[in-house]
């Protein structure tokens, strides 16, 4: 697909129509990324997407267990003072 490059003050700048926008699922903002010999262009994903249902398998697979067994003491956190 060929889009032209217009004028936008001092700049230069694309349109993206409504459809390529919806398909794609950009928002208000994007996420620019550039290549050695192009450019992608991605939707902004909020922080953490996606974690609660990557916690939810975990539980389901026995997987979310405690990787430190004890919780530390007064006299272990002293030290790191």
Not at 5 to 32: D, H, M, P, Q, V
Not at 33 to 41: A, P, S, Y
Request: hydrophobic share 40%.
């Amino acid at each position: 697909m060929k889009i032209p490059i217009i004028n936008i003050g001092n700049s230069k700048g694309i349109i993206l129509s409504r459809t390529i926008l919806e398909r794609y699922g950009f928002g208000a903002n994007i996420e620019l990324v550039m290549e050695q010999n192009h450019l992608e262009l991605k939707p902004v994903a909020p922080p953490r997407q996606g974690w609660e249902e990557a916690f939810k398998k975990m539980h389901e697979s026995g997987d979310d267990h405690l990787l430190i067994e004890t919780v530390p003491d007064e006299d272990f956190l002293e030290q790191w003072k």
